[in-house]
């Protein structure tokens, strides 16, 4: 979702500033994302991130991570969003009613 057709920017607390700064403080300012090799990604943090989607604003569910793998996340989110949006959309498959049984 783009940032001009949201109103993420609005839900934010009022003490947002502080927590980006303690969360890049935590965090060592450098992207918090696991490579494959299982080494931190070695990038400067530049995005503060929800690890679960929604308004939990509390410091253990913000990390840091570098814009790279911050939209790499966003992408894949929206990707399982619109996958949930379908299966309710299709709903529960119907029997054939010739079906036995």
């Known amino acids: 979702m ?3 057709n949201s109103d993420r920017k609005a839900r934010l607390p009022a003490d947002w500033p502080k927590r980006v700064a303690a ?7 450098r992207c918090t994302w696991k490579l494959p090799s299982g080494a931190r990604c070695p ?3 530049t995005d503060v991130d929800h690890r679960d989607p929604g308004d939990n604003h509390d410091l253990r569910n913000l990390q840091l ?3 790279h793998h911050h ?3 966003t992408a ?5 969003g619109r ?18 049984g």
């Open 76 to 80: 894949r989110e929206g990707i399982m």
């Open 83 to 100: 996958r949930r949006k379908k299966r309710v959309k299709k709903g529960r498959p119907q029997r054939h009613p010739g079906a036995l």
């Open 43 to 45: 990038r400067v943090g």
């Open 23 to 29: 969360v890049k403080k935590r965090d060592g300012g």
């Open 71 to 73: 939209d790499k996340k």
């Open 65 to 67: 991570l570098c814009r």
């Open 2 to 4: 783009a940032w001009e």
